[in-house]
C-alpha cells in the first residue's frame, strides 16, 4: 500500500495506491482534529493507510506546501470566478 503518484489521477499528486485518496486530504483530515481511525473511517482506508499517508506527509514538507499553495490558488480563483457579474448580453 505505498503511496503512488500518477499524472492522470489526482492531476499527479501523491495518493493512496489503489484509491482516489491524496495524502493532503488523509493529513488534512487528521491535523484537523479527526483521529487516524476516524479518518481511516470516514475515507474508506486502512489504518495502515492512514499512517503511511501521514508518514508521506512528514517526510516530503516541502511537496506538500506546494500542493497546498496550488490548491488554494485554485481556491481563489474559483472564488473570484464566482463572485463575478455574469455578462448576459
Do not use: C, W
Not at 18 to 37: D, K, N, Q, W
Not at 42 to 55: D, I, R, T
Not at 58 to 87: F, G, K, T, W
Amino acid at each position: 500500500m505505498p503511496i503512488v503518484k500518477t499524472d492522470d489521477v489526482l492531476a499527479g499528486d501523491p495518493r493512496v495506491e489503489g484509491r482516489r485518496v491524496s495524502v493532503l486530504h488523509v493529513a488534512e483530515f487528521v491535523l484537523g482534529g479527526a483521529s487516524p481511525e476516524e479518518a481511516a473511517d470516514q475515507l474508506g482506508l486502512s489504518l495502515a493507510e492512514v499512517h503511511e499517508a501521514m508518514a508521506y506527509y512528514y517526510r516530503h514538507p516541502d511537496e506538500m506546501a506546494e500542493i497546498r499553495a496550488a490548491y488554494d490558488e485554485l481556491e481563489d480563483e474559483l472564488r473570484d470566478r464566482s463572485n463575478s457579474p455574469v455578462n448576459t448580453a
